[in-house]
């Protein structure tokens, strides 16, 4: 009986290790290849925090950014944008999508859009009832996507910041107009 | 004029050195050696106490020292230009990971957003 659990240990331990240390999927980088853009950005500790010293506080954009990356550890981004549809798989989606199978990461969204194709996962993870890192995977037909941002971070914040830096942001309240109609 | 050969052999003959030759040539050896290690000494002070040299000297090394200030300062700026620039490239990628963060983050609300509000046009409808 001891050695039985002696065993299950032995074998759970890399599982949990893998977990905790997962940054970025293995092989992910391999879509480079095929794509026509590709976006990396890894950073960590040290470096994201010498990286937000340059971000100014008289810029309300960078400010922003200022107070949403105080307290993160890691942020790491894989962005595949390709000439043609298809040129990544499902099975492609499917492994990023298994490495988030855990406890300890809950799916929050899921969006699948038959009409435009954008397929949307957004993933967090709590510790002690507080956010401690969100990923974010979004396979669109000729993008796909992948963010792994380990700390805690305001959402609502990071989502505002989509529709800057030039970036027109997406109406959302268009739709609510529909509802009152 | 010929010598007669007796005349010849006494004035090549053998003789002894007077007492005390031997010393007075070693002694007479070191002096000079040392009037000419002196000599050199004096011209080279002599070379630095001339008043335009005097002044040329400290004027090459005032060169130096500004020279290796401004080459250090140099240095500095361009150390310091570096690590602006690798800053501001960190700060743009920073940034870029954020905007591509968020603008996935915004195509999920909104699509959220839209099948709640097909949802309830659909049940008031119905």
Redesign the interface.
Known sequence: MRKTLLLMLLLAAPITARAQEFKIPPNIDRLSAKAKETVEVTMEGPMLRWASKFLSAEDPEEAKCAKLVQNLRGIYVRSFEFDKESAYSNEDVEQLRALVHSPEWTRVVGVRSVHDGENVDVYFKLENDKMAGIIVIAAEPKELTFVNIVGPIDVDQLADLGGEFGIPRLDTSSAKKGDRR | MTLPENELKHALRRREPPEGFAERVLARVEQEGTRKTQKARESLLDFFTRPILRWATVGAMCAVLVAGGFYYRHGQELRAQRE?AQ??A??Q???????????????????????S?EN??REVKE
Do not use: D, F, H, P
């Open positions: 602006r800053g501001e960190a700060k990628q920073l940034m870029l990971a954020l905007r591509i963060a968020g603008s996935k983050l915004q195509i999920a609300k909104a699509k959220v957003i839209e099948t509000v309830k046009n």
